[in-house]
Structures are given as C-alpha cells and as structure tokens.
C-alpha cells in the first residue's frame, strides 16, 4: 500500500506529458523567516495531488507560488514548462473563504472571469447559466451570496473558478468551514467534476480522510519550514478503506507523521 | 400585556416632549421677560424682536440667499473635496509603497487645526468664494481619504486573490471590487465630513469674506444688531441639522452595502 | 499584489522594518524641504509660501523680541483653562443624563443639535459680549472641548453593563457614591478617550477663539500677520501650531499607551 517513497516528488517520466507544475528548489522567506525550503514538486497532467501538512506550515504559501499570486525568492516555478510570473489565468483557485462580491447576485457573480476578459453579455451569460446546472444551483441565479447556505456559496465559488475552462485547480481547505455532511457532498461532486474535466488538481487540506478519498498521491510536509518529507501513492484500497471507514496502516500512517510533526512546532 | 405596555410607552414620549417643551417655552419666556439690568436688550435681543427680524429678512431674500451660498460653499466642498479624498485614497490603498510615502504627512496635516490655514489660503486666493470652497474641500478631503483607503485595505484578502487569478487589470480591479467595496465606507466619510463642512464654510465667512450665514452673523455682530446676529444664528443652526439630518437617513439607507461586506 | 500568510514576527524584526520605513520618510520630508526652499522665490513667488529659511528666521526673530512667549503662554493656558471648564461641567452631566433614561429623552436632543452648531458662529456674540481678549477664546475653547468630553463619556456610560448600577443599588449607594463610585470608574476607558481628545479641540477651539476674538495668542499672530500679507509671518504662525498640535497627539498616545499597558485587559463582563 505504502509505496517506495523518495523524499523528493521527482518521478521518472517516461510518458512524454510535460508535468503541468512544476516546483524546483522553491524557498520562500516571509518577514525574515524561513517558510519553504527546497521544495522539489511535479503535478503530472490530470493528476490529483494533495498536499497534507501540520497548520501553519506554509501550505497556502505553497499553493499561493502555484498560483502565481506570490514568487518564490529560491528556484522556480514552472506551469506547463515556463516560469509563472504572474497570477496564473490559467489555474482556477478556490479558498475556504467564499471571496464573493457581496453586491452581486449569484449570476453575475460566476460571469465575473469572463466580464474581467471582456465577452459579450450574451455569451457569457450563457456560459453562466451552463456552469449553475452544472453545480447544481439552478433557480438560484438572482440571489445575492448572503442569501445562501454555505455549501451553495461553495458552488458558486467552484461555478466561478470553472467557467473559463481553466486547466488547472487549486483547492486550498476548500471545504474547511462546511458541516461534514456537506463536506462530504462536496468532495464527491468535485472529485466527479474533476474527472469529468480532465482537471489537474493541487488540494491543501489538513484532512487526512478527505485527501485519501480524492487525491492519487499525498505529498506530506514538515512543519515549518516546510519541505517535503514524503510522497505516498493512494490505491484504491486505501480510498475504499476510508469509505468503508476500517481500520487501516494509510491513514494511521499520515496521522501519526502529521502528529508528530505537530509537536515539533510546539 | 403588550397593550400595557404600548401605552407606557406613549405615555412616556408624551410627558419627555412636554417637558422639552416646557423648557424651551420656559427659556423663550424668560428671555423675553428678564428686565433690562439681567439681559442687556441692545446685547442680547429679545425672542420678539430675533422674530421679526427673521420675518423681514426673509421677506427681503437675505436669509434664504446667505443661507444658500453658505450651502453652494458645502457642496462644492464636499464635491471637490471628496472627488480629491477617493482619487488619492484609492491610489495609496492600492499601491502599499505609495501609502506609506504619503499617509503619514497626510495624518500630520490633519491634526493641525485647518482654521490657522485659512490666512495662508486668503493670502493665496483671496477673500472670494474661490478660495471658501477650496478651503472646504480641503477639510472634506481628509475624511474621504481615510475613509476609502481604509474602505480598500479592509477588503478581504480572498476577494483581492479571487480576482488576481482572472487577470483583472487594475482598472477593472477598482471598477469591479474596490469602489463597490469602498461605497459604505464612503458614506461613512460624508456623514462624518458633512458637520465639518459647514464649519469649514461658515469659518471662512467669519474670518474673512462678504456673503454667506457667517458674514451675516459677524456683520450683524458688528452693527450692534443683536437680533439679526441671533436671527442668521439660528439660521444656520437650522440648515446646518437639516442637512446632516439628510446624510443621515441616506446613509441608513446604504447600511445594508456595509453589513454585506462583513461576511 | 502578491498576498501570502504572514507567520508571527518577533518584536526585534519589526523595529528593524519601522526603521527602514521611518528613514525612508524622513527623505521624503527633507525632500519636501528642500523644494520649499528652493522653489519658494525661483519657481513660485516667495509671497506664497515663504522659505523654511525665512520662517524660522521669523520666529527667532520673535522670541529675541519677546512676543513669541507671551503669545505661546497664553495659547497654552486658555487651552487648558477651557479644558478644565469643558471637563467640569461635562463630565457631572454626563453622569446625570445617561443615568435617567427620562433626562435622556429630555436633555439628549438638545445637546446633539447644540453640536451640530459651527462654534466659530459664537464668536461674533462673544465679542459683543465679553469684548475682545481672552475670555472669548476661553469660551470657545470650552465650549468646543466640552462636546467630545460630554460625548465619550455619556456614551461610554450607557455602553457598560447595568450591573455596576445595580451593585450599588444594592449595596444601598447615595446618588452621589453610585456614580463618582460604580459608574465613571466603569467608564474609565471612555472617560479617557474623551479627556484627550478633548485637549486636542480644546486647543482647536483656543485656536479658533484666538483666531477671531482675542489679541493675544498664537492665533491672533497668524490673523495679524495675515493682514499685513505677511506670508512669512503667517507660516511661521502656522508651523507654531502644527508642532503644538503634533506634540500634543504624540504626548497623549504616549499617555494613553502607557496606561493602556498597565491596565492589562479591561474585562467588562
């Protein structure tokens, strides 16, 4: 179950894909401390990579480098082979924050990255009212975000990531701040979206169970200053042994090293 | 139970505005009445003689004119004044370096009392209306500067995120999420910016110039008429509520863009 | 507009970045300087806004003849004499409107229209009153400072929890006890926020007096120098009050922080 791990994420590539992020001897230094060090990441095309770490480790700052939101002062980062320089369009992002404009309604809300890339009304419009049958949110178009359940504004916030057909997702504890059933819920429609969009994705979260079930490989972070300690491939009896909630050594696994680490921070 | 209680209720209005009325009715008669040797009718006027001198004044224009020049000079103010605050206020919030380059002269500048200015801006435009509605605007530029640097600082860190990742340029960054995100607080500087604009006016009148409520008052002063300086008083005490009372109703109107952004 | 997580900075590293920051302003201030010198006479007419040079030449000037101390002292101490009238009487009303919900009802709407007054307006009725001098300026002083003191702590009264009331009430309290005991300590917080800045429009209103009713002060140099389209004398004037006003805001954060260290965190239930 628990594969041959390296300590670094490299793999050797036979297929000829190009790995659609890459992180290369990444360090990162906020306010004169440490917070990555000599991070080393491939994300093959259409993978599902979930990063698990203790809190405050610096995972968001990881995925802030992926996003392009942020550069790294060591090494780089590379999307589909070039340097990213700036806030990757590309890549859709999702925080457990909601980020929606308040003053909108659901509508305009998921439009907004095609209004920002100036379509037409119409067109994007459209693409909208798509997007919510998708999510599942129809007969919801006009309400405004605080009319909604935390779990719809979830949807809004994945409606307004997707509709520029982005390659790309980033998912930092996107379901964090949700009740467990709705978590659940969730996490079993996005996987299913994923898979049906042909999505890369890179999941922050520091729930074991949640990156078991979604994720083909977990990356396990040190506390800070983070680097990469572990990269595990998730099987199918691992993934079924979550859902089926047994007793199994992935989980225990993870948990302990999360554990420990934990306490290393103190 | 709770028609007792409503009853109560009225009941205690009704006995708070008798008592106010008392009071004032009290005060008017005892203003009117005090012999000459307590209340100086040539220094203090009487609430008859401030009546008709209101009445006359009113009949000939001089009120309600001064009172709208004094008013012009407010909005002016607010206009420029504001339209300068929410420029800069969004430049220095959206580009950090800048901020902390001018924010610290711009808090410096606002502690001194604007007042001892007011020579300085004589001395630069003169005792017209020109320089009482840049002296104003001035004062008005402040709040609004504050208020909407704040208004962009305090935008959630998601949401900036959010629209980074769609490629926004910064101009549809601010027509897309800061303005909007700004419009409570902006409201928030009018009503705090509105009281400090009518002083700003009516201060430039008194100090130096030759129309408006506080020209009329100081005139008044001047000529020894005592009723005509308590009538443009009592004027501007009136303008200056009505329109604060305005800003204020618009801006309970507004209340619902602040509350939405503290999600 | 990168926007990361920040982890917790030690105390060391943020003096180190408020230096870095305080260095970088101090350039732009000697920048600011150095244009006004320069500029002042070759790009804009020296009438305008005078030089540094110049202005502090003037002040010298006044302080080798003796004008600059009277006017100082008696700035200062009509600021403080308004002060205190404005703390006398705000502070017993305070206590006494926010303590019957009646007198609130009654008395309330009174003193907020009494504030939306400009202040300056009572200057003319000052001079035809008390002539022209100190007592106007003193007046205004007070009358502006009284607002902000009244405002804060009557507000701050009737934001603490009744239970500082009903102790007393049931301890059996006089009137007297209960709010000089119970209430304003409760309101410390308040009481203080509204003390200082209640110095701070006290001088405001010093300024303003001075400014239109008095012959003495700093606000009367400015007007008199102002009507001898003396801009040298004017920005001088100017500069007097902003360092008065900028130490006075500084004094009382230094003050307020201070105690505010002291207290430790001000549960109020």
Request: charged residues 15%.
């Given at each position: 179950m628990l594969a041959d791990a390296p300590t670094t994420a490299k793999r050797d590539r036979t297929a000829r894909e190009q790995p659609t992020l890459e992180f290369h001897s990444v360090s990162r230094t906020l306010a004169s401390l440490?917070?990555?060090?000599s991070i080393e990441l491939e994300v093959e095309c259409g993978s599902f990579v979930a990063l698990v770490g203790?809190?405050?480790?610096?995972k968001t700052t990881l995925l802030n480098l992926a996003a392009g939101l942020a550069q790294p002062d060591e090494g780089v980062v590379l999307y589909n082979g070039v340097p990213l320089l700036?806030?990757?369009?590309?890549a859709g992002y999702l925080t457990q924050?909601?980020?929606?404009?308040?003053?909108?309604?659901v509508l305009s809300n998921i439009a907004l990255p095609l209004e920002v890339k100036k379509v037409d009304k119409a067109v994007r419009t459209k693409a909208a009212r798509r997007i919510i049958q998708k999510v599942g949110?129809?007969?919801?178009?006009?309400?405004?975000?605080?009319?909604?359940s935390g779990g719809m504004r979830k949807r809004v916030s994945l409606a307004r990531t997707l509709i520029y057909q982005p390659a790309t997702l980033l998912l930092d504890e996107?379901?964090?701040?949700?009740?467990a059933q709705t978590r659940m819920l969730m996490q079993n429609e996005l996987l299913e979206l994923t898979r049906e969009l042909g999505l890369t994705v890179l999941l922050v979260t520091h729930d074991i169970g949640e990156a078991i079930a979604m994720a083909d490989r977990i990356i396990l972070l040190t506390a800070r200053?983070?680097?990469?300690v572990e990269v595990v491939d998730v099987s199918e009896a691992d993934k079924r042994d979550i859902r089926e909630e047994r007793e199994h050594t992935l989980f225990s696994h993870i948990w302990n090293h999360l554990a420990e680490q934990s306490q290393i921070r103190g | 139970m709770g028609r007792r209680n409503e009853i109560t209720r009225w009941r205690r209005k009704l006995a708070v505005r008798l008592t106010q009325f008392v009071i004032v009715a009290v005060l008017l008669l005892a203003w009117e009445f005090s012999p000459a040797w307590l209340l100086d009718d040539f220094l203090w006027s009487r609430p008859s003689a401030i009546y008709s001198q209101t009445l006359a004044w009113l009949a000939r224009g001089i009120l309600v004119g001064n009172a709208a020049i004094t008013l012009e000079c407010v909005l002016q103010g607010l206009l420029f004044g504001g339209l300068a605050g929410i420029l800069l206020g969004l430049f220095a919030g959206l580009r950090p370096a800048a901020a902390e380059l001018i924010n610290r002269p711009i808090e410096a500048l606002f502690?001194?009392?604007?007042?001892?200015?007011i020579p300085l801006f004589i001395l630069w435009f003169g005792i017209g209306v020109y320089q009482h509605v840049i002296f104003t605007s001035v004062v008005v530029f402040f709040f609004f500067f504050f208020s909407v640097y704040n208004g962009v600082r305090s935008v959630p860190v998601a949401l900036r995120n959010a629209l980074s990742m769609t490629g926004a340029s910064s101009a549809q960054a601010v027509h897309i999420l800061y303005l909007p995100a700004s419009l409570g607080w902006m409201i928030i500087a009018l009503r705090l910016a509105m009281p400090y604009a009518f002083v700003a006016a009516v201060s430039t009148e008194v100090i130096?110039?030759?129309?408006?409520l506080g020209n009329l008052v100081k005139n008044s002063a001047s000529m020894m008429n005592s009723a005509g300086m308590f009538s443009a008083m009592f004027t501007l005490l009136f303008v200056s509520m009505i329109s604060s009372g305005l800003v204020n109703v618009l801006a309970r109107k507004n209340r619902w863009n602040l509350e939405q952004l503290e999600e | 507009m990168a926007t990361v997580q920040t982890p917790r900075i030690t105390h060391g590293l943020k003096d180190r970045k408020a230096h870095s920051t305080l260095w970088r302003q101090s350039v732009v201030v000697g920048a600011i300087l150095l244009l006004w010198q320069f500029g002042s006479?070759?790009?804009?007419?020296?009438?305008?806004?005078?030089?540094p040079a110049a202005v502090v030449r003037q002040i010298g000037a006044w302080v080798a003849d003796g004008s600059l101390w009277p006017n100082l002292a008696a700035t200062l101490m009509t600021t403080a004499a308004g002060f205190a009238a404005a703390a006398i009487v705000a502070i017993p009303l305070a206590l006494l409107i926010s303590g019957s919900r009646f007198l609130d009802d009654v008395f309330s709407p009174f003193i907020f229209a009494a504030y939306s007054?400009?202040?300056?307006?009572l200057a003319p009725a000052l001079i035809l009153w008390l002539?022209?001098?100190r007592a106007p300026a003193i007046v205004l002083s007070a009358v502006t400072a009284f607002f902000l003191v009244f405002f804060n702590l009557y507000l701050g009264l009737k934001t603490i929890p009744g239970i500082y009331a009903d102790t007393a009430a049931l301890m059996d309290a006089s009137p007297l006890d209960t709010a000089f005991k119970f209430r304003l300590p409760a309101a410390a917080p308040y009481l203080a926020v509204g003390l200082s800045q209640g110095i701070i429009y006290a001088f405001h209103g010093t300024v303003v007096g001075e400014m239109t009713a008095?012959?003495?002060g700093i606000g009367y140099l400015i007007i008199f120098a102002g009507s001898k389209m003396d801009s040298t004398g004017v920005m001088a004037g100017i500069c007097i009050v902003a360092i008065l006003a900028v130490s006075m805001i500084y004094a009382l954060a230094r003050t307020q922080r201070f105690f505010n260290s002291d207290r430790g965190d001000f549960d109020v239930g």
């Open positions: 440490p917070v990555l060090q203790p809190s405050g480790c610096g700036k806030p990757n369009t590309n924050d909601d980020a929606l404009l308040p003053w909108r309604d949110l129809v007969g919801f178009e006009h309400h405004r975000p605080a009319q909604l996107p379901f964090g701040a949700l009740d200053p983070a680097r990469i | 502690a001194v009392p604007k007042i001892a200015l130096a110039s030759t129309s408006g | 006479g070759t790009v804009l007419n020296s009438y305008y806004l005078s030089t007054m400009p202040k300056i307006i002539g022209i001098g008095s012959n003495t």
